[in-house]
């Protein structure tokens, strides 16, 4: 049975329906997270589940991404709605989400003409930063999310790790270098943890492609809480 046809059964359960003639359409070219284009009977959706194979720590949380969804999308205009999630791994062989499909296009490696200079994209981008962190997380239902505790210190092990990865037998004197230099200069954590997008760049940004103004602020499956600054 086809992955058209399992989503078909499961979607009765929550309510909804394929619209007549729906397929999926894959969306984008990257190798993370899959995307996919699906008609419903109220209107386009996008189904969302991770890539196949081992999944990086952390990364492709349907149901981190799903609560985060739930949760934002009424008080951050740029959050699509979440239509559906699916724990059950048995449909799809993994857990999925429905998400509203938001009309734009993903800015990565050349920035359109109508992008001038790209500084007003930068501009909204870092407004539209500053309101997710405006953000109370206890009000919206996302107090528990991550653990803000120690997070300078695990963001630089993680990265470190993921360097000795690449250089296994040893790493190079500039990244040692840099490596020891962010260890000497990790900031106190101090205030109350802020909402993160923790993965917030052009391409996970769809904008207006006359206006190149942001409509939609995707991939949240690694969202967290985490110092302001």
């Known amino acids: 049975m086809t992955d058209l046809e399992q989503l078909a059964l499961w979607l009765p359960a929550q309510g909804l329906a394929l619209a007549p003639g729906a397929r999926l359409e894959r969306l984008g070219g990257g190798i993370a997270n899959r995307n996919e284009g699906v008609m419903l009977a109220s209107g386009p959706a996008v189904l969302r589940r991770p890539p196949p194979g ?24 740029l959050v699509p709605h979440l239509i559906a999630f699916c724990a059950d791994e048995a449909v799809l062989g993994t857990k999925f989400q429905l998400i509203e499909r938001r009309d734009g296009v993903a800015i990565a490696g050349t920035l359109p003409p109508e992008a001038g ?22 009000a919206l239902g996302l107090g528990d999310l991550g653990k803000p505790e120690g997070f300078y210190a695990r963001q630089l092990k993680g990265w470190t790790s993921r360097a000795e ?44 492609p006359a206006t190149c103004q942001p409509r939609a602020m995707i991939d949240w499956d690694m969202a967290t809480r985490g110092p302001r600054s």
């Open 165 to 208: 990865a690449v250089w296994p037998d040893g790493l190079p004197a500039h990244v040692a270098a840099l490596i020891t230099a962010l260890a000497a200069a990790v900031p106190p954590e101090t205030g109350t943890p802020v909402l993160l997008h923790m993965d917030l760049k052009p391409d996970n940004l769809l904008v207006d």
């Open 54 to 77: 081992q999944l990086a720590a952390g990364a492709s949380d349907m149901a981190r991404e799903a609560k985060v969804l739930a949760a934002l999308a009424p008080h951050f205009p």
């Open 117 to 138: 200079d790209g500084l007003a994209l930068v501009e909204t981008t870092l407004q539209a930063m500053a309101a997710l962190h405006a953000l109370d997380p206890a």
